[in-house]
Nanobody, 114 residues
Framework: VRLVESGGDLVQPGGSLRLSCAAS????????MSWYRQAPGKERELVAH????????NYADSVKGRFTISRDNVKNTVYLQMNSLKPEDTAVYYC????????WGQGTQVTVSA
C-alpha cells in the first residue's frame, strides 16, 4: 500500500488549495478514503472521508462548507479542495485508508499565513 500526498503550499488567508493523494497497492475503488491533519502540538484529527463510490462524504465541523473531498476511481486518487482557508487550517495533511490496519502517506504541509 502506498499513499502519496501532494499540493500543499503557503497560501494567504481566504485562499484555496487542492490536495491530491495518489494511491496504489490495493483495490482503491473498494475502500473508503479519508483526509486527516495534524497541527503543531495537536493530535491528528479527521478532516473528511468519502465512501467507495463517492456517494457519501463527511466533514469535521471546522471545515464544513469550505472543504470538499472527492475521488477518481480511474486515477486511484482522492482530492481535498480547500477554500476560504484560515490560519487555523495550518497543518500537515495526511491521506488515510484502513485495510487490515491504517495506512498513511508522508503528508503534505499546508500553511495559511499573511
Amino acid at each position: 500500500v502506498r499513499l502519496v500526498e501532494s499540493g500543499g503550499d503557503l497560501v494567504q488567508p481566504g485562499g484555496s488549495l487542492r490536495l491530491s493523494c495518489a494511491a496504489s497497492g490495493f483495490t482503491f475503488s473498494t475502500y473508503r478514503m479519508s483526509w486527516y491533519r495534524q497541527a503543531p502540538g495537536k493530535e491528528r484529527e479527521l478532516v473528511a472521508h468519502i465512501t467507495t463510490a463517492g456517494r457519501s462524504t463527511n466533514y469535521a465541523d471546522s471545515v464544513k462548507g469550505r472543504f470538499t473531498i472527492s475521488r477518481d476511481n480511474v486515477k486511484n486518487t482522492v482530492y481535498l479542495q480547500m477554500n476560504s482557508l484560515k490560519p487555523e487550517d495550518t497543518a500537515v495533511y495526511y491521506c488515510n485508508v484502513v485495510l487490515l490496519r491504517p495506512y498513511w502517506g508522508q503528508g503534505t504541509q499546508v500553511t495559511v499565513s499573511a
